[in-house]
């Protein structure tokens, strides 16, 4: 398949993902708040893409959650050249992804991240994953969300839950502070072994994470939680706000290449507390 096929395939998913995403959650604040929507452009004068961010805030259910896609093109810098794949002798690049951050008001309800992209150097491949940090443990959620994981994993390769949910361990982890950032999931990188396959991968473990995000909150939206709760959950978003700024790919990458500020920090909580 044509490379300018495969990536108008994939942009148009992710824009079709943000947008079944937002129509959810807004569904579950019964359609009371809505997204704010904000279209930046990566570099005006060159033409070299841009995207959208939506943020919602301070609803019912959903303290803050971004939305964020994007379509990036151009030419890596002289620094970057040498860390991504393809760019060594050939700085050209073509992105498209989508990531969702949700910070939740209610303690019992974890914080929610997913992100799947689309790189294009010399050749293409697919990166992403869901993370769940919660602040109030909940064995059994626990175990249920790796169930739901591992199910949609083995529909595509038996080996893929046990690799990828070792990738995230490993990935979301602050050595600083000698602790992971929540209870895992599944992530992936340069994945490139066979577009169609990886693709749909791609669109599943997407779809896996609205119907997780979906589940969680219809069950828990109404438990009651105490202020002590909620000093908890302040505290978990500072370890959160450390990882993010400290070693995100994503929120590299974004700066590196000069993405939009706002929708890149979008991952940030509204409020976050450390001891």
């Known amino acids: 398949m044509d490379k300018e096929i495969k990536k108008k395939l994939v942009k148009n998913w992710f824009k079709i993902l943000?947008?079944?995403?937002c129509n959810e959650?807004?569904?579950?604040?019964?359609?009371?708040?809505?997204?704010?929507?904000?279209y930046w452009n990566r570099n005006l004068s060159k033409k070299e893409g841009g995207g959208e961010y939506r943020i919602l805030k301070n609803g019912k259910i959903f303290e803050k959650v971004g939305v964020n896609f994007s379509e990036v093109y151009g030419k890596f810098s002289k620094e970057m050249r040498n860390n991504i794949p393809g760019a060594k002798n050939n700085p050209n690049f073509w992105a498209s992804g989508i990531s969702v951050v949700m910070h939740m008001k209610n303690p019992h309800i974890p914080a929610m991240h997913f992100n799947t992209r689309y790189i294009y150097t010399k050749f293409g491949w697919f990166g992403g994953g869901m993370d769940v940090t919660p602040c109030v443990d909940d064995f059994r959620e626990k175990k249920w969300i790796h169930k739901e994981l591992k199910k949609t994993c083995d529909k595509h390769n038996k080996k893929y839950y046990t690799k990828y949910k070792k990738q995230c361990d490993k990935y979301f982890y602050l050595p600083h502070r000698k602790e992971t950032r929540g209870i895992?999931?599944?992530?992936?990188?340069?994945?490139?072994?066979?577009?169609?396959?990886?693709?749909?991968?791609?669109?599943?473990?997407g779809l896996t994470f609205k119907k997780i995000f979906s589940?969680?909150?219809?069950?828990?939206?109404?438990?009651?939680?105490?202020a002590k709760e909620k000093e908890l959950q302040y505290l978990k978003r500072g370890r959160y706000t450390e990882f993010n700024l400290l070693y995100d790919r994503g929120t590299k990458f974004g700066l590196q290449t000069g993405g939009n500020i706002e929708g890149i920090l979008m991952s940030l909580p509204p409020i976050a507390k450390w001891k």
Do not use: C, H, P
Not at 18 to 21: A, D, G, N, S
Not at 28 to 33: A, G, I, R, S, V
Not at 215 to 226: A, E, L, P, R, T
């Open 18 to 21: 943000q947008e079944i995403i």
């Open 25 to 38: 959650i807004e569904r579950l604040e019964n359609n009371k708040y809505k997204f704010n929507k904000t």
């Open 184 to 205: 895992g999931g599944i992530f992936f990188d340069y994945k490139k072994n066979n577009w169609e396959k990886d693709f749909a991968f791609a669109r599943d473990v």
């Open 215 to 226: 589940s969680i909150v219809m069950k828990k939206n109404k438990k009651k939680w105490s």
